[in-house]
């Protein structure tokens, strides 16, 4: 446009307009802003199409693990429905705790310390967990723990997310089966016992 009121830059920024130009107009500048503008479109497609990639893996991975989300003091941020479901808390009352509620007893607190520690340096955990559940009934989940920096907002604290399988069931086979060695042990002494007896 040979025109520059206020008026036809107004309209300009209303209809987003990327670039304004004044005549004479340069061929090289027209080509270089087209150029620019056809970049930006390309990236906002790569970018929307990861975030959509990044949802997919994210819902599949749900569907299969328990994630939840802590903040700088262990607050549960997060919690999705088979962490829930597992812990046996719904998402208001899992809000409302600490990863240190969760944690079973047997935990020492010299560990946990030390995996925060850990993690806070932005260093990946993992590790097999034993948690409670609302019903003080133990858990235990195959965990890995990363650290989100939030660069953004210097005030915003970092998050820590956590995805875990359930491994109960195998820790409940491992027990059966050790208490059942240490039973036909027992057994087998108390028979070689008695034989030892008997020949005496």
Not at 106 to 133: L, V, Y
Not at 136 to 151: C, P, S, V
């Amino acid at each position: 446009t040979a025109r520059s009121e206020n008026e036809y830059l107004m309209k300009a920024i209303e209809l987003q307009v990327d670039y304004y130009a004044l005549k004479p107009i340069s061929t090289e500048d027209i080509i270089s802003r087209i150029k620019k503008v056809c970049e930006k479109k390309h990236y906002a497609k790569i970018v929307k199409k990861q975030r959509f990639e990044l949802e997919n893996y994210f819902s599949a991975i749900s569907h299969v693990a328990t994630i939840y989300k802590m903040n700088e003091n262990g607050q549960i941020i997060y919690a999705n429905n088979n962490f829930l479901a597992l812990s046996k808390y719904n998402k208001d009352e899992i809000k409302k705790l600490t990863i240190e509620n969760l944690l079973h007893k047997d935990i020492p607190d010299e560990f946990i310390s030390k995996t925060w520690n850990f993690i806070r340096k932005g260093k990946i955990w993992r590790r097999d967990t034993k948690f409670f559940d609302k019903n003080k009934e133990a858990f235990y989940l195959k965990i890995t723990i990363f650290k989100i920096e939030n660069d953004e907002n210097e005030n915003d604290e970092n998050e820590y997310v956590t995805i875990g399988f359930n491994q109960t069931e195998e820790y409940l086979k491992k027990r059966d089966f050790h208490r059942n060695v240490m039973l036909n042990i027992k057994d087998k002494n108390i028979t070689i016992s008695d034989l030892n007896r008997t020949a005496q």
